[in-house]
């Protein structure tokens, strides 16, 4: 499994590290203790538009930890109880498989 920061990640809004630009992701100790993903640098110079498609982006990025924490959680709770045996439910727990062993650089 891959070692990846743990969360929570989030978006840099302070004005004091690169006058908030939302293209910083920080780790769990916040602006100023390292970065753990730069999406566009110096995206506070990109046009409207695509400026707030790289923040929605980071902001997505900033969410990863969680998402992956919630996604096992939920595949582990559920499992138990799935009674559904037809394609669809299996299908959808192949691919909360497949998500998780990507997101953890395991293949899938």
Excluded: C
């Excluded at 920061?5 to 989030?10: L, M």
């Amino acid at each position: 499994m891959n070692q990846y920061t743990p969360g929570p990640w989030s978006v840099n809004t302070d004005p004091n590290y690169d006058l908030g630009d939302p293209t910083i992701v920080w780790g769990p100790q916040g602006p100023g203790h390292g970065a753990v993903a730069y999406t566009f640098p110096g995206g506070l110079l990109l046009p409207d538009g695509q400026r707030q498609k790289v923040a929605a982006n980071t902001t997505l990025i900033a969410a990863a930890p969680e998402l992956l924490e919630a996604l096992k959680n939920l595949l582990e709770v559920s499992l138990p109880f799935h009674r559904r045996t037809d394609e669809v439910g299996w299908t959808a727990i192949k691919e909360a498989r497949k998500a998780i062993a990507k997101a953890q650089g395991e293949a899938p």
